[in-house]
């Protein structure tokens, strides 16, 4: 109905009249126009588990003195309507006086109502039940209006409109509300991510103390309870401790946070540790994780091997006396303190024992001595090896004839001759004092201690059979499996001596995403696929959890902008001069920023006023000029949402300006006459400027 047709059919009235036998008297009554009251116009369900229904209620009253018709009230088509509901039934009005009711059973009650309208008396309320039931994994939004109108009167065959008196009416200033409505679906359960899976100490030595953090993440839809970590029993609870001390204590974690507790070592001695503990969840799937632990084991990359200074007894030395027969030596490890490395001394010809010994200062100075009752008589050859904690290894040695004279044939000094003796072995080089039976090996190309092999135990042998020695590039010359281009294997070592450990194996994160197959990363070659990925509509399991995206609601790769329940209005009539608050809420899948664009009136343009505050902001300032022709207008309003990608979506609405200040009653005026005039009477109504649908598109 426009302006014009309202003002048609308002009665007019002389509010005074003049006449020679009549005084009239004027009186006038006011009745508050419909104001309609929404008791929540912001729903947020919160985190209802995926297949399950959450239910709302909100309660829409008429608060004013007059009918108020209100249009159905249905979802608005914006993409997630399927997942939310909506259920009223106007049977169930309410009315602080029931008798108000009463007139809409009478016969000559007949207002101008179309299918699925109601009407909303003073005083009455009816309540309206919203269900949120997703059907998709993830954030949901929806929206739906709750819109008021007036009764228009009937046209006459020729077009025109009759004097009418409306028999309902709508709120003059909030004739049209919008309900947001949001929630969060989650399928209920936790998902359990342990970083990391294996726990690597490196390389201490004894006495010393280092502690480690292991993270426990929730990366599931649901809570996750995790039980207390154990330690297996492969570790010694004397060597390895947990403290659970900030993990919280009643071992529950939201979906996406986490918790952490701490892994202490200590050790006991140089040797290498493997052992395991668990972490017990009530993940579905992964009922309790292990974790390995190691420490001291394979070779520190930073170790460079110790060294050994034999001091005394020189090469070739005679012990003739009943006092022990003492070494002194001096050892040396840039990387750990001498007192911390092991040394041993044995007799490898004669079978005269060995004994172990430890520096007693920092220097490393060593003395050990042997009882002359523990010697064998003749000639023998001691060995002195020193290990650090890496088992790097360091070699001395030297020669001690013990009631025995030189053999003859000796031309070295080194107590070994060229001649077989009783007793003795032959020197395979008697010209050289460094070469004598079972001789410390030394990198020189040289058999040292005469068994037919060269450099063995040294950079430059080749110790366990794999053809390269240290010196060619085998980080592990103890270990057959290692060495430069062996194939990579899940044993915690650096098979290919490329540095990295255990790359392209189960135990590896080779894409680099932080998870490892065996942290139930299903394709460790796409970073973009892990347990803690997002779901994205490509075919693909990205998070690894066998659902593919619509099972689990997924995020489009070139998702778009969605406009939620259309521009926002404090206020959808406003008189001339006035300001109201503007606002859009979107929805973007993927989080990207966004641009809008709002567009000013031509009219306004025209006629040079600027209502929008900002045209670029999310929420504006809209002010209604000075002046408006007639009683009011209406002014269109058109807001386009780009995001990143150029994604667009956009909507088209309409604010109605008086001229004058609305009124937030109906005024009826009665003229009473004396001496039996007569009386009349008129009701004075703002015109209602009508709403223009709202038009929306996405592009």
């Known amino acids: 109905m426009s302006m014009r047709n309202v003002v048609q059919f308002l009665p007019s009235l002389s509010l005074l009249l003049f006449g020679a036998a009549c005084q ?17 116009t912001n729903i947020d369900f919160g985190n209802v588990e995926w297949g399950t229904a959450e239910y709302r209620t909100i309660t829409i009253s008429n608060q004013g003195e007059l009918p108020m018709g209100i249009h159905p009230i249905v979802l608005e088509e914006e993409g997630f309507e399927n997942n939310f509901a909506l259920v009223y039934y106007t049977e169930t009005i309410v009315c602080e006086d029931p008798e108000v009711l009463v007139v809409q059973e009478e016969e000559d009650w007949a207002p101008n109502l179309d299918e699925g309208d109601f009407l909303l008396f003073p005083g009455c309320r009816i ?34 409109a009759t004097a009418f008196t409306p028999t309902f009416y709508r709120d003059p200033v909030h004739f049209k509300e919008t309900v947001l409505l949001k929630g969060t679906s989650a399928r209920g359960s936790g998902r359990i991510m342990v970083t990391p899976r294996t726990l690597d100490f490196g390389h201490w030595w004894t006495g010393e103390t280092v502690t480690k953090q292991i993270m426990i993440d929730n990366v599931g ?18 060597e390895f401790s947990i403290d659970t001390s900030a993990m919280d204590s009643d071992g529950v974690i939201p979906a996406g946070h986490g918790t952490l507790f701490e892994v202490t070592f200590t050790p006991s001695d140089l040797g290498g540790r493997t052992c395991a503990l668990t972490v017990p969840s009530d993940d579905v799937d992964t009922e309790e994780v292990e974790v390995r632990l190691k420490a001291n084991i394979g070779d520190d990359p930073t170790n460079v091997a110790p060294s050994v200074t034999l001091i005394s007894p020189p090469t070739g030395h005679v012990h003739n006396t009943s006092a022990p027969l003492r070494f002194e030596l001096s050892m040396f490890d840039v990387n750990q303190p001498a007192n911390t490395l092991f040394c041993k001394i044995k007799s490898e010809t004669l079978g005269a024992g060995s004994y172990t010994c430890t520096a007693t200062a920092e220097n490393g100075y060593v003395e050990v001595e042997v009882p002359t009752e523990n010697l064998v008589p003749g000639i023998d050859t001691w060995l002195v090896t020193v290990t650090d904690q890496a088992e790097l290894q360091a070699f001395a040695s030297t020669t001690v004839l013990f009631g025995a004279p030189f053999p003859e044939s000796d031309d070295d000094g080194d107590g070994y001759g060229t001649e077989e003796a009783e007793g003795a072995l032959i020197d395979c080089d008697d010209n050289n004092p460094t070469v004598y039976p079972d001789a410390a090996e030394l990198v020189d190309g040289i058999d040292n201690d005469c068994d037919n092999q060269i450099d063995e135990r040294t950079p430059a042998g080749d110790d366990d059979g794999d053809s390269v020695s240290e010196l060619e590039g085998d980080c592990n010359d103890n270990d057959f499996e290692t060495y430069p281009g062996a194939p990579e294997q899940p044993d915690f070592k650096d098979n290919d001596c490329d540095g990295t450990i255990d790359e392209k194996t189960s135990l590896s994160d080779d894409d680099g995403d932080g998870f490892a197959e065996v942290d139930n990363d299903c394709n460790d070659r796409n970073p973009d696929i892990h347990p803690a990925a997002i779901e994205y509509c490509d075919g693909i399991d990205n998070n690894c959890n066998n659902l593919r995206d619509e099972q689990e609601g997924c995020v489009s790769l070139d998702s778009k902008p969605v406009i939620i329940g259309g521009i926002q209005m404090d206020a959808r009539a406003i008189s001339a001069g006035e300001s109201t608050t503007m606002t859009l809420f979107v929805y973007e899948q993927d989080g990207q920023d966004l641009m809008y664009e709002w567009k000013e009136d031509s009219a306004l343009v025209s006629a040079g006023h600027t209502a929008i505050s900002d045209t670029n902001s999310q929420t504006i300032t809209w002010t209604a000029p000075d ?42 005026t009665v003229a009473t006459e004396a001496d039996g005039c007569g009386s009349s009477s008129a009701a004075w109504l703002l015109p209602l400027l009508p709403l223009v649908v709202t038009r929306r598109r996405r592009s």
């Open 127 to 160: 309540n309206v039940d919203v269900g949120f039931s997703p059907s998709i994994v993830g954030d949901t939004f929806a929206s739906f209006h709750i819109e008021s109108f007036i009764e228009e009167p009937p046209e006459e065959e020729d077009g025109t």
């Open 627 to 668: 002046q408006v022709s007639g009683e009011g207008q209406t002014f269109s309003l058109y807001v386009l949402v780009t995001d990143e990608d150029g994604n667009q979506d956009w909507v088209f609405d309409e604010i109605s300006v008086y001229a004058q200040p609305i009124p937030p009653a109906l005024v009826e």
């Open 221 to 238: 839809n649901g809570d996750l309870e995790v039980g207390i970590p154990a330690l297996g029993s492969g570790c010694d609870p004397e």
């Open 24 to 40: 009239t008297q004027i009186s006038q009554t006011e009745t508050l126009l419909p104001v309609i009251s929404i008791s929540n």
